[in-house]
Structures are given as structure tokens and as C-alpha cells.
């Protein structure tokens, strides 16, 4: 069991992922309805405001469920909302779950996840005390995949043709990493 009554606020140099709202879903409807910004996650993204206000709302759910932490991701400085993460498939008796994030196109490759994942990953292992942590990726997002392995992530495997966009089938890359790799790079992500 998790024990979390409210979704903690994890702070870095310049971002703050903070508990989602309903009124957010305005913010992140304009991002993540883009088909260029959700082309790693899902070929048929949100295309009216309300089933973004449904998935805040199922995503909340899901944390009174303990099946998942979600946080807006926002610009410390302007208050934007440039991103949303959540760590989700938590299983606190495994003591295991995966990450899954979407970053607005703006804010993507210039370290955004670097910073994030030198919070959220601490927090993982010292406070949720997981065991085992998840990033499963697209093939073609070489970006992620450069992003895991410069912070330690192993490579387990690829996991092929799991996802279908419409037109083609994709293979995914599961990274993990595990408490004991942790702590022999705790010093990364201070």
C-alpha cells in the first residue's frame, strides 16, 4: 500500500510536477491533441476537451486506486503547463512501476526529462520504495531511449510489433532499472 492521501509536489531547478486538476485540461487539450506530440504514445490522441477533462478525471482514479501517480509538469518562472507525467502499472506489492510522460513539442529536447527524472527517480526508490522502475518505449523515439540509457536504464529487451498505429505495426523497447543500480549511481541525480 502506498499510504499517499494527495499526489506529492516534487520541485526541480526549473519545474514543478504538482497534482493534476480539472481546470488543467485546457492547458494540456492544446499539446496533447497534437498527432506529432503523441506520435510515441498513441496514434489517436484526445480530440475534444471533455474526454481530456475524462482522462484527468480516470487519472485521478486511478491514484485513489493506488494504480498510479499523476502530475502536471509546469514551468517554474511562467506557471505554464508543459507536460504531463505519471508513473503508472504501480504495484506496491512487486514494488514495480512504469513511467509514461508527454512533453509539449516547444519543450522537447532541451533537457525537460533530464531535469524531471533527476527528481522523480530519487522519489521512486527512497520514497515510494520501489524495487523496479519501467520506461517502454517506441523503437523509433531514439530520443527516450538515449534519455533511459544516460540515466543508468538497462536495456532488457525489444518487444516486437506490440503497438498498431492504423498503419503499421511498432516494436517497443523496455528499459528498467532496478534499486540495487540505483544506488550505485545515486550520485547522478543529486
Known sequence: ???????????????????????DAKQLFLFMKDKDTMKYITP?????????EEKLQAHLQ??????????VVTHRETG???GFF?????????RKAEMGTTIKKDYQQKGVMTEILRS????????????????????????????LERCGF????VLRQTDFDGKEYHDTVVYSM????????????L
Open 62 to 71: 486511478g491514484f485513489q486506486n493506488e494504480k498510479e501517480i499523476p502530475w
Open 120 to 147: 522523480i527517480i530519487p522519489y521512486c526508490f527512497e520514497e515510494l520504495n520501489l524495487n523496479r522502475l519501467v520506461g517502454d518505449i517506441f523503437s523509433s523515439n531514439q530520443g527516450s531511449q538515449k534519455l
Open 80 to 82: 505554464e503547463i508543459i
Open 178 to 189: 532496478l534499486r540495487s543500480e540505483y544506488e550505485q549511481k545515486k550520485e547522478f541525480f
Open 1 to 23: 500500500m502506498m499510504n499517499l492521501v494527495q499526489i506529492p509536489l516534487l520541485e526541480t531547478e526549473h519545474y514543478i510536477l504538482r497534482e493534476p486538476m480539472i481546470e
Open 44 to 52: 489517436h490522441p484526445v480530440t475534444e476537451l471533455e474526454k481530456m
Open 154 to 157: 538497462h536495456k532488457d529487451g
Open 86 to 94: 505519471r508513473l503508472h502499472k504501480l504495484n506496491m506489492w512487486h
